[in-house]
C-alpha cells in the first residue's frame, strides 16, 4: 500500500537556487511527518520533522511545510548545495515508532 | 557514539539458499526495525521490536522471513529459501523507547543479491 508517495523520482537544481521536493498522503492518521536523507551506500540519515499542529519548521536551510487539508508536505532547500546532492525521502507516522516510507526524490544539484 | 552496526555489507547468494544479516542497535536503543528497501521503492518496515519483543511484523513473509532479538539487544533476520524478488538492501534501524521516529537511526545497510 503506497501511503506516502513521492510523485518526482527525481529533480535537478542549479547552486543556490531552491529545491523543493513535495510528498504526498493518503492516511488521515499520520500525525508526524519526517524527512530522511540518503546517500548511496549509506542509511537514511534523519533531516526535519513536523507535527500535524504545525504547518511549517524550519532548520537552518530546511524548511518542511504541512498543508493537513491537501494531505501534501514539501521540503525546502535554500540555497542548494551541492553537497545536498543525495536520494530523500518523506515519511509518515501514524504513533510513536511507526514510520511509513515514500519511494524517495534524488535530488541533484549542479554547481 | 556508535552508530547501528550491520554485517554483511554485501552479500550474493543462488535461489533457494538461506542467508541471515546482523544488527547491533545504538547502545540502549529499546526499539529496533528491520526494514527491506528494493531498488526505486523507499524502505518498507519489516519487523519491529521492542526490546526483545515483537511489536510489529505485519509486513514480514513469515513463510521464509524470520527475525530474533536475543536479550534484547543484537537482532538477526533470516531468509529461508531466498527467491530472486528479495533481492534489496535491507536497513536496520534503532531507536529510544516511545520517540516519534525523528530518532531513528539507520545502519548502512546489507545488499542482497540473489541470483
Known amino acids: 500500500d503506497q501511503q506516502v508517495k513521492q510523485n518526482s523520482p527525481s529533480l535537478s537544481v542549479q547552486e543556490g537556487r531552491i529545491s523543493i521536493l513535495n510528498c504526498d498522503y493518503t492516511n488521515s492518521m499520520f500525525d508526524y511527518f519526517l524527512w530522511y536523507k540518503k546517500y548511496p551506500a549509506e542509511g537514511p540519515t534523519f533531516l526535519i520533522s513536523?507535527?500535524?499542529?504545525?504547518d511549517k519548521n524550519e532548520d537552518g536551510r530546511f524548511t518542511v511545510f504541512l498543508n493537513k487539508s491537501a494531505k501534501h508536505l514539501s521540503l525546502h532547500i535554500v540555497p542548494s548545495q551541492p553537497g545536498d546532492s543525495a536520494v530523500y525521502f518523506c515519511?509518515?507516522?501514524?504513533?510513536?515508532?511507526?514510520?511509513?516510507f515514500g519511494a524517495g526524490t534524488r535530488l541533484t544539484v549542479k554547481p | 557514539e556508535a552508530g547501528v552496526a550491520q554485517s554483511p555489507r554485501y552479500k550474493i547468494i543462488e535461489k533457494r539458499q538461506s542467508v541471515a544479516f546482523w544488527c547491533n542497535p545504538i547502545?540502549?536503543?529499546?526499539?529496533l526495525y528491520w526494514y527491506q528497501q528494493i531498488l526505486g521503492q523507499g524502505p518498507k518496515l519489516l519487523i519491529q521490536?521492542?526490546?526483545?519483543?515483537?511489536?510489529?511484523d505485519s509486513q514480514l513473509p513469515k513463510d521464509r522471513f524470520s527475525a530474533e532479538r536475543l536479550k534484547g539487544v543484537d537482532s538477526t533476520l533470516k531468509i529461508q529459501p531466498a527467491k530472486l524478488e528479495d533481492s534489496a538492501v535491507y536497513l536496520c534501524a534503532s531507536s529510544l523507547e516511545g520517540s516519534y521516529s525523528d530518532e531513528a537511526f539507520f545502519g548502512q545497510g546489507t545488499r542482497l543479491t540473489v541470483v
Open positions: 513536523i507535527s500535524s499542529i504545525k
Open positions: 521490536f521492542q526490546n526483545n519483543g515483537v511489536v510489529d
Open positions: 515519511a509518515a507516522s501514524a504513533g510513536p515508532n511507526d514510520m511509513r
Open positions: 547502545s540502549g536503543h529499546a526499539t
